[in-house]
């Protein structure tokens, strides 16, 4: 029995239905009749479990159907809508195989077809959309039927349908009512008297009339389908729906998805970009990128403007290499960056030349070969003093396309240092600095550095430059002749020097007060005015160079004849020892390079040097990464930022969506509620939408993450081909496993709202 039990409903202040007691059969049709407003669709929402009573209760065979009324829904009730309320989108099967599946049911096909072959539906593929009114309502029939439903309630389900097609519906309600309640409200009196076992007049929210109608048996007797519970297989119309929204909606899914790919894209590379510098030494070629590398200089914090840092010996870098452990070394002499000339005489037309190198000195040995040789090199490595490897672009200014390699040319350091050497190699190359290093052998190094300074000692730069030995120093140390040793001592190691007492004359010397030329002159300055200069030390200077040996003033002496120069001035004199005359013509070395075959040794020696030695040190891989990371942290910024806007732009854009998807949705929720649907299924097609954003998001930002970080990577570090950025693969994995708690949040009023959707929904707009 299905038992109505002073069943009301009140909106407000307004009484929908009010106390109406009804005791239904099956086996009979009962129509529900009455004035717009009376009732009838309030009624109906009620016996469907669409509203719940506010006072009053539902019976099903004994039991009240508000216990568990999804079950009630999905299981023992079919509703039949005026518009039919079929889903668009699928087909004729999978819309009447819904119901079904909402309950859990194992169907067959050929149960189905049956079934529609008994309602006068064949065409089982074809889509909804495109069936007649006819057809659509006995198509809702089906789906009330299959789903096993023993209650049918049926909404003005002629109200759309020409005559004859109303008159089909009815005789099959007729004939569908044995072993099933059926309830139809309808505006239809006429065909409510011709079809009805039973008509219920609503007046105001009361039944006011109830009336029995005998009524010839149906010419068809249309048993209750025997729908089975097992063996056949189970299709899912639920997964199909959820691609079918998918469909509709796929331009604004994947434009939600590439607004997300590009969040976690760029949160991706601010994140990546931390750590950029490391990246880049990590996984670049060492001998490339040189991140073994230590430079070595002398500090020049303490030493004045008119004076130079002391130098390197052979023997100083030597010790400094073994004490430190380094795989080689080789020295660094100071001096202009050499040019290389096409012709040996530069002038009258031969101008063909290349200026500016960055020049690389390494010793001709199989650890630079190997170093040199990972470059891109045309040719080979030099095996011997007086060869080359040159620039690519130096080789463009000099030979303008003609073969280069086996040609001679020439090194120039200066006017006064120049050697001839041959190219047997090009590099092609551009290092770090987006230079290309011009190779030359340490010996060719010194011999230009020697070339400059036997020019300053033997070719005027400096004068009065004297070689102490024989007779000379016998003459100086009995104070006879030519030289009278004023105070002090002779030199007699590398480093000391006697000067003439003209050099502490007024004008010559940077000390103050000092007597005039003519007062040391005439003898009038005492001998212990000179001793207060002995143990000064100075760097020996010209007008065009400054050579490489600090010396210390040990004596002052007096010359009987001075040979005045040319614009009058006073020349000095300086007397040297045999070994510092010698140690004079010896280059000494700005600094050294120190190389250890591994970078994080090398940052550790550069520290120790720092701290043990007091002198300066610098690691060639940290300068690289302080350009990397400072570069790197204004790009995190930017990039940051950007993300942080796509992040709001994603919110606001998924909320929009959520919004639409709301609005479209509708209908369609409120038709699987009305077929039983539970939350949880509910949950599961919003969740596919939102699911499926997240997934091609995923995609997207694992392509982009290809694209983005190594581009902006080599940006940051100028376009240069040693920047192999690696792909981010746990950077992306924990951003996006971070964008999926942001997702689920944004989803979480989307389904909040469509939980709250019920068959009331579709019932409401015809009341």
């Not at 297989?233 to 079918?244: D, F, I, V, Y």
């Not at 452990?325 to 050499?338: E, H, T």
Request: with cysteine; glycine share 8%; hydrophobic share 45%.
């Amino acid at each position: 029995m299905l038992e109505l039990k002073g069943l009301t409903k009140q909106f407000g202040e307004t009484v929908a239905v009010n106390g109406v007691e009804l005791c239904l059969k099956k086996g009979e049709l009962c129509c529900i009749v009455g004035d717009s407003g009376s009732g009838k669709t309030t009624l109906l929402q009620m016996l469907g479990g669409s509203e719940a009573p506010t006072a009053g209760d539902v019976l099903l065979d004994g039991k009240s159907i508000f216990e568990d009324v999804s079950a009630h829904r999905a299981q023992r009730v079919g509703f039949v809508y005026q518009d039919f309320n079929l889903i668009e989108g699928l087909s004729v099967e999978e819309n009447v195989l819904l119901g079904a599946e909402l309950c859990g049911k194992t169907v067959s096909r050929e149960a189905v077809r049956e079934l529609l072959r008994s309602l006068g539906i064949s065409r089982l593929e074809q889509k909804v959309e495109t069936l007649s009114g006819g057809e659509k309502q006995r198509v809702t029939l089906a789906r009330a039927l299959f789903k096993g439903a023993d209650v049918i309630l049926a909404d003005e389900p002629t109200g759309n349908l020409d005559p004859t097609n109303a008159d089909k519906i009815f005789s099959l309600l007729q004939e569908l009512k044995e072993e099933r309640y059926v309830v139809v409200v309808t505006h239809d009196v006429e065909r409510a008297s011709r079809y009805a076992d039973r008509i219920v007049h609503l007046s105001v929210g009361r039944v006011d009339q109830d009336c029995r109608i005998a009524q010839e048996p149906p010419k068809l007797n249309a048993a209750k389908p025997s729908v089975p519970s097992s063996g056949g297989r189970k299709l899912r119309p639920l997964s199909t729906l959820a691609a079918n929204s998918l469909r509709r909606r796929w331009v604004r899914v994947l434009l939600i998805a590439l607004v997300m790919a590009l969040s976690v894209s760029t949160i991706t590379m601010a994140l990546e970009l931390q750590g950029l510098g490391r990246q880049v030494e990590g996984n670049v070629n060492i001998n490339y990128l040189e991140s073994d590398l230590v430079t070595v200089y002398y500090r020049d914090a303490n030493w004045t403007i008119t004076e130079t840092p002391p130098k390197f010996t052979a023997e100083d870098i030597a010790a400094l290499a073994a004490e430190y452990g380094a795989v080689d070394f080789v020295g660094k002499y100071s001096g202009n960056s050499p040019t290389l000339l096409l012709h040996e005489d530069n002038s009258l037309g031969n101008q063909a030349s290349a200026s500016g190198l960055t020049v690389k000195v390494v010793k001709l040995n199989e650890f630079f070969e190997e170093r040199v040789t990972s470059y891109d090199i045309e040719g080979r490595f030099p095996t011997a003093p007086g060869e080359i490897v040159i620039a690519a672009d130096a080789a463009k200014q000099l030979f303008r396309g003609e073969t280069a390699i086996g040609r001679q040319i020439y090194l120039r350091q200066s006017s006064r240092a120049k050697i001839p050497v041959t190219v047997v190699g090009i590099n092609h190359t551009v290092n770090p600095q987006e230079k290309i290093y011009t190779v030359i052998s340490d010996a060719d190094a010194t011999q230009l550095a020697a070339m400059e300074i036997a020019h300053l000692i033997e070719n005027g730069s400096l004068d009065g430059l004297l070689l102490v030995t024989g007779r000379a120093m016998v003459e100086v140390g009995q104070t006879t002749g030519q030289y009278q040793l004023l105070c002090g001592r002779l030199p007699s190691a590398s480093g000391e020097v006697m000067v003439s007492e003209s050099f502490f004359a007024e004008g010559e010397h940077k000390a103050q007060s000092l007597p005039t030329w003519e007062e040391v002159k005439a003898g009038n300055v005492p001998p212990s005015y000179f001793e207060s200069f002995l143990g000064e030390t100075f760097t020996l200077g010209g007008m065009e160079a400054t050579l490489e040996q600090p010396v210390t003033v040990v004596g002052v002496y007096h010359v009987d004849n001075y040979v005045p120069r040319e614009d009058g001035s006073v020349p000095r004199y300086m007397l040297f020892s045999e070994t510092g005359w010698k140690a004079l013509h010896t280059p000494l070395f700005q600094g050294v390079d120190l190389y250890f075959g591994d970078a994080e040794r090398a940052v550790e020696v550069k520290e120790q040097v720092t701290l043990e030695k007091n002198l300066k040190a610098e690691a060639k891989v940290e300068t690289l990464r302080d350009r990397v990371e400072n570069w790197s942290v204004l790009y995190t910024l930017v990039v940051g930022a950007i993300g942080l806007v796509l992040i709001f732009i994603l919110i606001i854009t998924l909320l929009t969506f959520s919004k639409i998807l709301i609005a479209e949705r509708k209908q369609e929720i409120a038709i699987l509620r009305s077929l039983g649907a539970r939350g949880a299924q509910i949950v599961r097609l919003v969740l596919v939408d939102f699911g499926t954003i997240y997934l091609a998001a995923a995609a997207m930002s694992a392509l982009l993450a290809i694209l983005f970080p190594s581009a902006l990577g080599n940006i940051i570090t100028g376009a240069l081909p040693y920047v192999k950025v690696q792909y981010p693969v746990l950077t992306l994995l924990l951003t996006n496993a971070a964008a999926l708690p942001l997702l689920l949040l944004l989803s979480l009023p989307t389904v909040s709202r469509m939980l709250r959707i019920t068959p009331a929904t579709l019932l409401k707009r015809y009341a």
